[in-house]
């Protein structure tokens, strides 16, 4: 059974920097695309990375391109977002997600039937 588990989400200030990662369970990471998303109060969720399973080839939405970083540690089975220069268009709920094609990453979400359970980031001084 695939699962995952998002988690380092917190309270930031302007420019700060913060990692957010995602421990999945049940797959490994060379079998699976992972994405990231954000859903901030009012909106639509919103894709922000991902990487495929077969060569860790990553894509991100223009939104985030230069501050943000998505990586895979394979020893822990995680999937990291390293988001710098935070702003306070950043705040939001933060999913990461999965899903079993290893050719290819979508920033689309209904292309994922995987989800973690989100975890909150606040941008704010």
């Known amino acids: 059974q695939v699962q995952l588990v998002a988690s380092g989400g917190g309270f930031v200030q302007p420019g700060d920097s913060l990692r957010v990662s995602c421990v999945g369970s049940?797959?490994?990471?060379?079998?699976?695309?992972i994405a990231w998303f954000r859903q901030a109060p009012g909106k639509e969720r919103e894709g922000i990375a991902c990487m495929r399973g077969r060569d860790g080839k990553t894509d991100y939405a223009d939104s985030v391109k230069g501050r943000f970083t998505i990586s895979r540690d394979y020893a822990t089975n995680r999937v990291h977002l390293q988001i710098n220069s935070l702003k306070p268009e950043d705040t939001a709920v933060y999913y990461c997600a999965a899903e079993g094609f290893t050719a290819y990453c979508s920033l689309v979400a209904t292309s994922y039937h995987h989800w973690g359970q989100g975890t909150e980031v606040t941008v704010s001084s």
């Open positions: 049940g797959f490994t990471l060379d079998g699976y695309a």
